[in-house]
T-cell receptor, first 118, second 111 residues
């Protein structure tokens, strides 16, 4: 079974540019999460999709961040325009639906996208 | 948002030594999770705890869900070089929708 994949693995952009990150969850996982980790800090929740719907986007920093999950499969996270403080590692994770019981809490993470804004 | 205090921040130990790290929170969680992140990879789930007081082992790893539901610890016995990495705790909110992660414990094992 393929794991969660993310693209690109690294991105270096200049302040003001646009970047789009992609996440492909494990096939059949309804839940998809985006997180960000700034070096030395905690892994911080950004948002949660259930299929194609945004269940919780309370962690999104501001309206420069736009996440989509059309068709309930892969997801994209766009940052436009990027600022210096957006630098960090962006993780995507997926999990099974609530009907799976405890497994709902077992999130599988992708390798992350390291974003550097200069 | 809720904050998890994870300690220690980093550890340098000799191969064969035991390791202990913990997480505390001001809030109650229904689930505690422990993850390990290898360099260049995403966090991988090690142990999941679902009940206050629960003690669960996974090989040389043992984790406990504190009885107050506000803390958890992870022990690694007889450390080996491949234990190197960053260990994160995570608490899951009562609604089951929000995951809160600690700041991580960076473990270095000296052969």
């Amino acid at each position: 079974e393929a794991g969660v994949t993310q693209f690109p693995s690294h991105s270096v952009i200049e302040k003001g540019q646009t970047v789009t990150l992609r996440c492909d969850p494990i096939s059949g996982h309804d839940n998809l999460y985006w997180y960000r980790r700034v070096m030395g800090k905690e892994i911080k929740f950004l948002l949660h999709f259930v299929k194609e719907s945004k269940q919780d986007e309370s962690g999104m920093p501001n309206n420069r961040f736009l996440a989509e999950r059309t068709g309930g499969t892969y997801s994209t996270l766009k940052v436009q325009p990027a600022e210096l403080e957006d630098s960090g590692v962006y993780f995507c994770a997926s999990s099974q639906d609530r009907a799976s019981g405890r497994r709902y809490n077992e999130q599988f993470f992708g390798p992350g996208t390291r974003l550097t804004v200069l | 948002g809720q904050q998890l205090n994870q300690s220690p921040q980093s550890m340098f130990i000799q191969e064969g030594e035991d390791v202990s790290m913990n997480c505390t929170s001001s809030s109650i969680f229904n689930t505690w999770l422990w993850y390990k992140q290898d360099p260049g990879e995403g966090p991988v789930l090690l142990i999941a705890l679902y009940k206050a007081g629960e003690l669960t082992s996974n090989g040389r790893l043992t984790a406990q869900f504190g009885i107050t539901r506000k803390d958890s610890f992870l022990n690694i016995s007889a450390s080996i070089p491949s234990d190197v990495g960053i260990y994160f705790c995570a608490g899951v909110s009562n609604t089951g929708n929000q995951f809160y992660f600690g700041t991580g414990t960076s473990l270095t094992v000296i052969p």
